[in-house]
């Protein structure tokens, strides 16, 4: 019950950020599609490393966000989607770009029981030093994915632009669970932007669990943006 109103909160939190914006602001829409080899998340294959079709809409009213995003995803069960409802607030500190927020993740058709549904909250920052950007995020959840109660999760991260339209980035987490072990996960990849509303990643993934959805791998994405 306490996850099930956790991602009801959240879902709530992207109607309430986006309102809580001043009325002068005028809300700028943003829609995105794509198509990956992989879903990885966190360093595991959600669709037991098979392709995956996603896409979401995000709304931005001053410096208030609020957005959904969906994907399917495969656990070897009869659960058939992903969706993640999503809101927040962004601002800038002492020259960092911070970012505070809640996410709910819910997975449609999950069996009964299975417990899936969560919601994490926020908090990022990052700075930009000429064409790198360095950041990093924590994101924590009373009660997480399946088993695990309390989680947190730490990124770090950094992306290089070392010509126009090219990307190179990477980053470095530590996802903490209080039911299954603690592990490491991290990733590095090049993308190319071939316009405004069109781009292409291509990453590898790892961890330091050895198993067939924890495994390195190199996974391809195109990406839509409208």
Known sequence: ????????????????????????????????????????????????????????????VGSFYAGAWASNVDFGDDTDAEVDLYGGYRTEVSGFAVDVGVVGYLYVSAPTGADYDYAEFKAAASRAFGPVTLAAAVYWSPDFFGADEEATYVEANAAFSPADNWTVSGAVGHQALDVNADYATWNAGVAYAFSDHVAIDVRYHDTDVTGPLSDERVVGALKFLF
Request: proline share 3%; hydrophobic share 45%; aromatic share 8%.
């Open 1 to 60: 019950m306490m996850r099930t109103a956790l991602a009801c909160a959240a879902a709530m939190a992207v109607l309430l950020t986006a309102g809580a914006a001043s009325a002068q602001d005028t809300p700028e829409v943003g829609w995105n599609l794509g198509v990956t080899s992989d879903y990885v998340f966190r360093g595991y294959s959600q669709t037991t490393e098979d392709p995956a079709i996603f896409g979401g809409v995000d709304v931005t």
